[in-house]
């Protein structure tokens, strides 16, 4: 097996501040923040520690501009969406006959790269508050890569630590074991159970 075609790569498109109301392409001189880095080893599964490390080291990084501290990834998803939108309209792209906000493609990102694929298996995105109560696609994207990793690491007898059984039924992936990560799926899986309750009874009202 050549490990080389296997690493990790840690992605970042985010603003360095907030810049409520500046010009766009002048804030794109020197505001947004682009990161690519890989990681590989022998020990795949250092290398996946050490792209993790990166990226909480991005994200308390992040949080230290806020004057604040990391809690948990949940919390995080809230309090950093303002390095993904700064608060005014970027520049419209246009793929096919629909326009998008170019915001939609910021994020901190870890990424599994198997041959020429990149997998996202975690991260924190811009997320458009109308669609923060729905389910996002990037969830069941990223659910599906973290059970492909897993299998990957059986099939060649890679070292598995502190893996983890996590509940991806409101994907339709069912409980399933998956290397750590800082998502917590079950509370994923109980806020929208929570969130599902709401709806039903207010059909009622």
Request: with cysteine.
């Amino acid at each position: 097996m050549d490990k080389k075609k296997s690493h990790y790569l840690v992605h970042g498109l985010f603003w360095k501040g907030r810049m409520h109301n500046a010009n766009y392409h002048e804030a794109k001189k020197d505001k947004l923040c682009s990161i690519n880095k890989t990681f590989e080893d022998a020990n795949l599964s250092k290398a996946r520690k050490g792209a993790f490390a990166y990226y909480q080291s991005l994200i308390d990084v992040l949080y230290e501009t806020l004057d604040d501290c990391y809690t948990t990834d949940r919390q995080a998803r809230i309090d950093l969406q303002t390095y993904f939108h700064a608060g005014y309209s970027k520049a419209q792209i246009r793929i096919g006959k629909i326009n998008f906000d170019d915001n939609l493609f910021n994020e901190i990102a870890v990424y599994w790269v198997k041959g020429t694929e990149k997998r996202l298996i975690h991260g924190i995105w811009y997320r458009p508050k109308e669609e923060q109560h729905q389910l996002d696609e990037q969830f069941a994207l990223m659910g599906g890569n973290l059970i492909k990793e897993h299998a990957y690491y059986e099939r060649h007898h890679l070292p598995i630590e502190g893996e983890t059984l996590c509940d991806m039924t409101d994907l339709n992936l069912g409980f399933q074991f998956v290397l750590p990560t800082p998502f917590d799926w079950d509370g994923f899986v109980e806020e929208n159970l929570a969130k599902d309750t709401q709806a039903i009874y207010q059909c009622f009202q």
